[in-house]
């Protein structure tokens, strides 16, 4: 996957005995072309089977083909249109804007795209995994498996 800051800032989480709070979401993050929100994960809090945060991909920007190995994602889109390029060799598409959930089943190869020269998407993501993007491989489009 494309090199990014993964740096989480440990100081930004509130443990209020049961309950953590990261104030305004936490510290920017990059990661393959989208800009997170730090959120919440393993990393930070402990968590042992998801991870959330906010995704944020500049105008034109794309989120590179890859696969989440072995867990689930969903996303609620809250600002954008974006457009899936998904399956084997990435052959099927299907378009998402701000409203839509999306639910992303386990090693199913994808690439996100903004559909839009002068805003962001920005979405709420959720994952089955406690690691983030740490078990998130590349995937070479011109692959049919």
């Known amino acids: 996957m494309k090199a ?9 989480v509130e443990d209020h005995g049961g309950i ?4 305004g979401g936490g510290a920017r993050r990059d990661w393959n072309g ?3 929100k730090q959120g919440m994960s393993g ?27 072995g867990f689930e994602v969903i996303l609620y ?9 998904f399956g ?8 998402n804007e701000a409203g839509d959930f999306i639910y992303i089943k ?3 190869p994808h690439e996100v795209f903004n559909m839009s020269d002068t805003g962001p998407v920005v979405a709420f993501v959720a994952r089955s995994s ?9 995937y070479d489009r011109t692959n049919d498996r």
């Not at 990014?4 to 930004?12: E, F, L, R, V």
């Not at 084997?88 to 378009?95: P, T």
């Not at 406690?130 to 590349?138: L, R």
């Open 88 to 95: 084997d060799g990435l052959k099927q598409a299907i378009e």
């Open 106 to 108: 386990p090693d199913v």
């Open 20 to 23: 953590l709070t990261i104030r």
């Open 4 to 12: 990014g800051s993964d740096k989480i800032d440990i100081g930004a």
């Open 77 to 85: 889109i809250i600002e954008g249109k974006v457009r899936h390029e």
């Open 43 to 69: 990393k930070n809090v402990g968590t042992r089977g998801l991870s959330a945060n906010i995704a944020t991909i500049p105008p034109g920007g794309v989120a590179y083909a890859h696969i989440h190995v």
């Open 34 to 36: 989208i800009h997170y």
């Open 130 to 138: 406690a690691d983030e993007w740490d078990n998130i491989i590349p």
